[in-house]
């Protein structure tokens, strides 16, 4: 059955410094999507990051990068250089197949990130 | 930002009352998607929509119903709520293609079960 796995409950890091978040999933599908949501105290969810599972480079989008490490099922999120407003919860989550009934995602239990100044 | 919204925001109700949330979109989004969130639990899917009149279960459906009769709007139901449906729950949208189905959430209803 799939799984997204997030063990770090919680999780603090310096201001300027790179923080990692893992995240591991367990799929039987070839193909799949992982994503990374961010959710402020506020309580909005936004999307962050996109890896496919097809896809030769690690997903990068400004700050963040994805580590994805197909054999090893991980998808960890890399924040570099963070900031005061990266304090937040993490959520790992994903897709399973591509078929016409969209992407349902599941999630993982998330990792709340606090940084500290 | 995606036109998403979701009403109410937030709601105090009783055990054993109907209650109606809804969810409505102004992307012309083909799919649509109910969530709740719970401490703990991080977001599971309640019911999801891939067209009007298209709906299917998700991991978490039991004592909900949802309908969706235009394009725009989904309406999640709970026929009875119970204490056990005290949750946030989120509305999200996606479309095929881009960055392959990537959801966006609406900005979620807190809804309490006394």
């Known amino acids: 059955a799939q799984k997204i796995t997030q063990t770090q409950p919680g999780m603090f890091v310096q201001e300027k410094e790179a923080v990692t978040l893992d995240c591991t999933y367990d799929?039987?599908?070839?193909?799949?999507?992982l994503f990374w949501y961010k959710q402020p105290s506020s309580g909005e969810m936004i999307f962050l990051i996109y890896?496919?599972?097809?896809?030769?480079q690690n997903a990068t989008e400004g700050r963040y990068s994805l580590n994805f490490q197909k054999a090893r099922k991980s998808a960890n999120l890399v924040i570099s250089a963070s900031q005061l407003g990266d304090s937040a919860m993490y959520f790992c989550?994903?897709?399973?197949?591509?078929?016409?009934?969209?992407?349902?995602?599941?999630f993982g239990q998330g990792t709340e990130l606090s940084v500290k100044p | 930002d995606a036109g998403i919204t979701q009403s109410p925001r937030h709601k105090v109700t009783e055990t054993g009352t109907p209650v109606t949330l809804r969810c409505h979109q102004t992307?012309?989004?083909?799919?649509m998607y109910w969530y709740r969130q719970d401490p703990g639990h991080g977001l599971r899917l309640i019911h999801y929509?891939?067209?009007?009149?298209?709906?299917d279960k998700g991991e978490v459906s039991d004592g909900y119903s949802v309908s969706r009769s235009k394009t725009e709007d989904f309406l999640l139901t709970l026929e009875s709520a119970t204490s056990s449906q005290t949750s946030v729950y989120f509305c999200?949208?996606?479309?095929?293609?881009?960055?392959?189905?990537?959801?966006?959430f609406g900005p979620g209803t807190r809804l309490t079960v006394t």
């Open positions: 989550a994903m897709r399973e197949g591509l078929d016409n009934q969209g992407g349902k995602l599941i």
């Open positions: 929509s891939y067209g009007v009149k298209d709906t």
């Open positions: 992307e012309n989004h083909r799919y």
């Open positions: 999200a949208i996606s479309e095929s293609g881009g960055r392959s189905y990537e959801q966006y």
């Open positions: 890896q496919g599972s097809y896809d030769q």
């Open positions: 799929t039987s599908d070839p193909s799949y999507g």
